[in-house]
């Protein structure tokens, strides 16, 4: 045990050593493994294991059969896809979520994460009469730190232009028509142009500088479950100035309590039958308000015969200015 606790202890010290502490989180099987990083921060996973290695984790209360079988352990692929490039982040241990390596052992969810920088500045230089593209991944939004519209040397843009057009290389102006337009989205597209950023000197060939990072918006408020049954529509909303995150959404039947008045049981019976969709986080993030139907057509159908209903985990966020 003595050797265990030092070999744990070096191992934190050399990542510390390097700028990174790992984080472990172990949490029994049916309960939740809350992952978190520090603002401006976001998660790495770097090893997730659900199953069983031993038989001193998650044995209170457990007869001994169930905890017997130590070889019973498969790598989680599905932390890291949900957590992954986020500031924090809840999951499940259980086999719905992760699968069962080992039926009838009481299992447990081990995870090893660091907390990186989320904010890397990103630049685009596009030539006057070009579109300036801004994309970030998923889950993440614009914020432009600096956008400059004009000319600043005799190198960039330059290509079948007569000398007179690049002579003048104090040529440039702040452009907030780029943060105006693109902050808060996903995705952006910007004309380098007198039109939509001025002309600070006419004659003039002139570029757009663009200084921006990809970062996950400020979260306001936290809304839901919203549960809606198979043909109805599911309503997200939120308050003015906020808009909609989903972090979670859940088409199936997992329980035999949710969406049952008036259904035969041979409709309901079927609890094994849910999958995560992102249908809903295409179609909403972003949104002041949503609606989307639980509906075969939209989701398709994991279990035929099965009356099923959508579940939805939604926060809102400030919409992000800058």
């Known amino acids: 045990m003595l ?3 030092f070999w744990l202890a070096v191992t934190c010290w050399l ?16 309960s939740v493994a809350q992952l978190q990083c520090d603002k401006d921060q976001v998660i790495s996973v770097s090893r997730a294991i659900y199953g069983r290695s031993d038989q001193k984790t998650c044995i209170s209360g457990r007869p001994f059969y169930q905890i017997l079988n130590v070889q019973c352990s498969s790598s989680s692929d599905k932390v890291a896809q949900s957590c992954n490039g986020k500031q924090s982040c809840s999951i499940m241990a259980a086999n719905s979520v992760s699968g069962d390596p080992c039926i009838g052992t009481y299992k447990y969810l081990e995870v090893d994460y660091t907390c990186k920088s989320g904010s890397q500045t990103i630049r685009t230089v596009v030539c006057e009469g070009s579109v300036a593209q801004l994309q970030c991944d998923k889950d993440q939004v614009i914020s432009v730190s600096r956008a400059i519209y004009g000319r600043s040397d005799q190198k960039t843009c330059i290509s079948g232009r ?3 057009q690049i002579l003048n290389v104090q040529c440039s102006s702040s452009s907030d028509k780029v943060a105006q337009s693109c902050n808060g ?6 004309m380098a142009a007198n039109s ?6 006419i004659g003039t060939y002139k570029y757009l ?32 100035g906020k808009v909609i995150f989903v972090t979670r959404a859940i088409y199936g039947r997992s329980d035999q309590k949710t969406c049952i008045s008036g259904r035969p049981v041979h409709q309901i019976q079927n609890v094994q039958c849910s999958s995560s969709s992102d249908k809903v ?5 972003g949104k002041q ?19 099923k209903y959508l579940e939805v985990d939604y926060l809102c966020y400030d919409a992000v200015t800058g």
């Open 209 to 240: 500088e663009v200084d921006y990072t990809c970062k996950l918006p400020e979260r306001s408020s936290q809304n839901g479950p919203t549960v809606a049954c198979e043909g109805s529509v599911a309503q997200l909303q939120c308050d003015k």
């Open 3 to 5: 050797s265990s606790t």
């Open 196 to 201: 939509v950023s001025g002309d600070p000197c």
């Open 281 to 285: 986080s295409q179609s909403c993030n």
């Open 289 to 307: 308000s949503c609606s989307i139907t639980a509906a075969n057509s939209v989701f398709g159908d994991l279990c035929v015969g099965t009356y």
């Open 162 to 164: 007569p000398f007179y």
């Open 15 to 30: 990542i510390n050593s390097a700028g990174s502490q790992k984080i472990r989180t172990v949490v029994c099987e049916g």
């Open 185 to 190: 989205k996903q995705s952006c597209s910007i």
